[in-house]
């Protein structure tokens, strides 16, 4: 499985981005997704994430209000659409995806695309 973001760019403050990630190979065997960021000097952290049919989503409190994350099965592309942009949202933005067959399991992450929010 390929992982590919687009999307990303520099914002003011208070602007709005949406994030694609673009899913390619054994897709059928993907279930949930996520979007992880990772800002300088600290850890990843999950942003968003959403089941494989989309019915349900979870999101990190500092995010929460602000970004929507959902999926289009049939383009095998995830979306966050990040809203109302902080300077703190300035990371690095991850696509994961949680892929499973048979008896075997494995965790597909993407190239990463710079979010830059301005003050």
Same mark, same amino acid.
């Given at each position: ?9 520099? #914002? ?9 990630? !673009? ?5 059928? !065997?993907?279930?949930?997704?996520? =979007?992880?960021?990772? !800002? ?7 942003? !968003? ?18 970004? $929507? ?5 049939? =383009?095998? $592309? ?22 499973? =067959? ?6 597909? =992450?993407?190239?990463?695309?710079? #979010?830059?929010?301005?003050?």
């Amino acid at each position: 499985v390929q992982l590919v973001e687009s999307g990303g760019g520099l #914002v003011q403050a208070g602007g709005s981005l949406r994030l694609s990630c !673009a899913a390619s190979g054994s897709t059928f !065997a993907i279930n949930a997704m996520g =979007w992880y960021r990772q !800002a300088p000097g600290k850890q990843r952290e999950l942003v !968003a994430a959403i089941t494989s049919g989309g019915g349900s989503t979870n999101y990190a409190d500092s995010v929460k209000g602000r970004f $929507t994350i959902s999926r289009d099965n049939a =383009w095998n $592309t995830l979306y966050l659409q990040m809203n109302s942009l902080k300077p703190e949202d300035t990371a690095v933005y991850y696509c994961n995806a949680d892929w499973s =067959w048979v008896t075997q399991r494995r965790t597909y =992450w993407g190239q990463g695309t710079q #979010v830059t929010v301005s003050s």
